[in-house]
């Protein structure tokens, strides 16, 4: 997996209504926690996709085509049943950029996807 950075300098506005990404180090620990993220999700691993995820019912997650699943229970489930289907992806990130609002930071990223026949494609 590949993760390329914001190019704005950590200090920088990251974005209307958003504050400055801070130190360098927050910055690189959103994008650690993001890697995890599509760890977890490429290595189709229900154990360590539950370590990024908090559990509680505040918790939402939309698949590309499905309805939006609220609470952890039906994002855990979600999970599961993709991790149990056949196909396998792989992500390469790019674009990957950090922003943050008060306590509350994001990373908007095109994901690069390639499947295991090789066909790819792009979704941000």
Not at 45 to 66: A, F, K, N, Y
Not at 94 to 109: E, F, K, N, Y
């Amino acid at each position: 997996m590949t993760i390329t950075a914001s190019d704005e300098p950590p200090d920088a506005p990251t974005g209307d209504g958003d504050e400055p990404a801070g130190r360098t180090g927050d910055a690189a620990e959103v994008l650690a926690v993001n890697g995890a993220f599509y760890d977890a999700f490429e290595q189709r691993d229900i154990d360590l996709m539950s370590d990024v995820w908090e559990h509680s019912d505040r918790v939402c997650c939309t698949h590309p085509g499905w309805p939006t699943l609220h609470g952890w229970g039906a994002v855990a489930g979600s999970w599961v049943a993709l991790f149990q289907g056949p196909q396998a992806l792989q992500f390469v990130l790019t674009q990957a950029q950090v922003h943050r609002h008060g306590d509350t930071a994001w990373v908007s990223v095109d994901e690069n996807l390639i499947d295991a026949s090789g066909a790819s494609g792009t979704v941000a």
